[in-house]
């Protein structure tokens, strides 16, 4: 994920992509979501903590060979396999939290990627949140707390990555 400052700073030699026009899952993702990610910008400004971004459903970029894999993916009208991103997240030392963003780009944050991660599955999703995304937050993002919520159980599972606390 590492690369030279200038390679950083460079353009792209493709476009972003920051919507691949699928819809949220079901009706109660379309509420959630943004209730959860308003919850939690709430509970951080009611303890005096400023420097942090919460987003939701929005593309999180880690690499730029992933972006391109997105580009690609969007662009060929392909099956999709990179990865997007995640339901809802929250990043800590974001000084610049209301700067309007389009997608969570690593590389233009300081290398800063979600510490805090919310997945609120569904039947098409929950194998993939269970498996290759938690894998990928802590393998890649070094995600220090990763949470799966399924709607139709009510059931909460949280997952603390190892060493950090």
């Known amino acids: 994920m ?16 920051y919507d691949d026009g699928e819809p949220l ?26 420097a942090f971004y919460a987003g ?17 993916e969007v662009n060929d009208n392909l099956k999709q396999k990179a990865f997007r991103g995640p339901d809802v997240f929250w ?4 000084v610049d939290r209301t700067r309007e963003r ?5 590389w233009e944050e300081g290398g800063r990627l979600p510490d805090v991660i919310f997945e609120m599955l569904s039947p098409s999703t929950a194998k993939k949140d269970r498996t290759e995304k938690r894998d990928l937050y802590s ?8 949470f799966l919520y399924e709607p139709e159980t009510g059931k ?5 990555l190892a060493g950090r606390f």
């Not at 389009?102 to 690593?106: G, L």
């Open 2 to 17: 590492s690369q030279p400052a200038a390679a950083a700073l460079a353009p792209l030699p493709f476009e972003l992509v």
């Open 139 to 146: 393998r890649v993002f070094g995600t220090a707390e990763y």
């Open 25 to 50: 899952e079901t009706e109660w993702h379309t509420y959630e979501l943004p209730l959860l990610r308003d919850l939690i910008e709430e509970s951080m400004i009611e303890r005096g903590r400023t």
């Open 91 to 94: 990043v800590g030392g974001v």
């Open 102 to 106: 389009k997608a969570w780009i690593a």
């Open 56 to 72: 939701m459903n929005m593309f999180v970029y880690y690499s730029i060979e992933q972006a391109r894999e997105v580009a690609v």
């Open 156 to 160: 909460l599972e949280g997952f603390r």
